[in-house]
C-alpha cells in the first residue's frame, strides 16, 4: 500500500510538473508575440523627494495584458521570460521604451529601469543601453539601472567591467529591494552604486515596528557615510512618510504618492509641478 501510495505521489507530482511546464511553454509562445503584438506596455511610479515634495525620477515596469488571461503579473511573466531567453528582447523593449518616453517628458526627472540577471550576463548589455539612450537622446545621467543582490552574487569580473563601463558613461546604479539579500554589505564595498533602495518589506513595518525603524535608520546613516541616496519602497501610508523624513531617508516611491501609470499620466504631473516651480514665490505673491 506504501508502495503504491508513493507511486500515486509520483504520478500526481509529474502530472502537476507537466501542467506547470506545458503553462511556461504557452506563455513563452504567448510572450514572444505579445512583443510584436502590442501587448506589452510600460508604466511608471512617481518617485518623490521627500525635503521638496517633488516628483524627481520614476521607476519604469513593465506590463502584459495578455489578450484572454488579462493582465500578468511580471512576478509571473520575467521569471519565464528569464528561463526562455526573451529577457533579452523584453529588456531590450523597454529600455528604449523608457528612455524614449522619459526623454520627451518636460521636466529632466530620471527614469530608473530594472535589470535582470541574464541581460547582465550577456555581453551586448553596454551596447544595448547606450543605444537606447543615443536612439532617444536621454542624457546618460538620468538614466538608473536597478540591480539585485541576488543578480549581483551570481556575476564576477565580466559582468562587473560592464557595469564600470556604464557608470562611465554617466548612467547611475541603484541597488534594488535592499535588505533581502545575503551580505549586502559586500555590494556597498565592491560596486559603485548611487542609490539603495529598500525593500518594501522593511517599510511595512512603519511607523510601529521599532525592528524596521532601526534597520532603515541603519541604512541611512551607511549610505550617508558612503554618499548615497536612498529610496524606500512600498510607501503606502501618510504615517509610514512621516516615519521614512523623520529617519533621514531621501526619496519614497508607493502608493501614497501614486500606483504605476502610463508616461502621458507622468508628463500632466511634471506639467502642474512646472507651474510651481517656486514654491516660495507661490507662497509670497499669494500672502502680499
Ligand atoms: P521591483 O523592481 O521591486 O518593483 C516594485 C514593485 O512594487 C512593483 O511591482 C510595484 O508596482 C510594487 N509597488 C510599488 N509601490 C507599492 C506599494 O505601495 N505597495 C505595494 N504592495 N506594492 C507596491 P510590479 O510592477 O508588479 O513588479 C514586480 C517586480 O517585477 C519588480 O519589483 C521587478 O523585480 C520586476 N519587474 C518589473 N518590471 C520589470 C522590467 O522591466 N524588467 C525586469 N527585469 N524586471 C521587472
Ligand atoms: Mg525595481
Ligand atoms: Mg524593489
Ligand atoms: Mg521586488
Known amino acids: 500500500a506504501a508502495r503504491r501510495a508513493g507511486g500515486d505521489r509520483a504520478v500526481l507530482f509529474d502530472a502537476a510538473m507537466a501542467r506547470g511546464v506545458e503553462d511556461d511553454r504557452a506563455l513563452e509562445h504567448d510572450l514572444r508575440e505579445a512583443l510584436r503584438r502590442d501587448e506589452v506596455g510600460v508604466v511608471y511610479q512617481r518617485q518623490v523627494d521627500l525635503?521638496?515634495?517633488?516628483?524627481?525620477?520614476?521607476?519604469?515596469?513593465?506590463?502584459?495584458?495578455?489578450?484572454?488571461r488579462g493582465p500578468v503579473s511580471p512576478a509571473v511573466f520575467i521569471p519565464i521570460?528569464?528561463?526562455?531567453?526573451?529577457?533579452?528582447a523584453l529588456g531590450a523593449w523597454v529600455l528604449r521604451t523608457a528612455c524614449r518616453d522619459a526623454a520627451a517628458w518636460p521636466d529632466p526627472?530620471?527614469?530608473?529601469?530594472?535589470?535582470?540577471?541574464?541581460?547582465?550576463?550577456r555581453d551586448d548589455l553596454v551596447a544595448t543601453v547606450l543605444d537606447a539612450l543615443a536612439a532617444s537622446g536621454l542624457p546618460p545621467d538620468r538614466l538608473d539601472l536597478e540591480l539585485t543582490e541576488s543578480l549581483l552574487m551570481e556575476n564576477d569580473g565580466p559582468a562587473r567591467d560592464r557595469l564600470e563601463r556604464l557608470?562611465?558613461?554617466?548612467?547611475?546604479?541603484a541597488l534594488d529591494d535592499f535588505g533581502t539579500g545575503y551580505s549586502s554589505?559586500?555590494?556597498?564595498?565592491?560596486?559603485?552604486?548611487?542609490?539603495?533602495?529598500?525593500d518594501q518589506s522593511f517599510v511595512r513595518g512603519l511607523p510601529g515596528e521599532r525592528p524596521a525603524a532601526a534597520i532603515i535608520e541603519a541604512v541611512v546613516s551607511l549610505a550617508g557615510n558612503l554618499g548615497l541616496r536612498?529610496?524606500?519602497e512600498g510607501c503606502e501610508t501618510a504615517e509610514q512618510v512621516d516615519a521614512l523624513r523623520r529617519l533621514g531617508c531621501h526619496e519614497v516611491q508607493g502608493w501614497f504618492h501614486g500606483r504605476p501609470e502610463p508616461s502621458s499620466a507622468i508628463v500632466a504631473s511634471l506639467q502642474a509641478q512646472l507651474a510651481t516651480a517656486n514654491p516660495?514665490?507661490?507662497?509670497?505673491?499669494?500672502?502680499v
Open 81 to 88: 521570460a528569464e528561463r526562455t531567453g526573451v529577457i533579452e
Open 230 to 232: 536612498v529610496n524606500a
Open 185 to 198: 554589505l559586500s555590494y556597498l564595498r565592491d560596486f559603485a552604486i548611487d542609490k539603495i533602495k529598500i
Open 51 to 68: 525635503a521638496t515634495d517633488r516628483i524627481v525620477g520614476v521607476e519604469a515596469l513593465v506590463r502584459w495584458r495578455h489578450p484572454t
Open 109 to 121: 526627472i530620471r527614469v530608473s529601469v530594472n535589470l535582470s540577471a541574464i541581460q547582465l550576463q
Open 167 to 173: 557608470r562611465a558613461a554617466g548612467v547611475h546604479l
Open 280 to 287: 516660495a514665490t507661490v507662497r509670497g505673491t499669494a500672502a
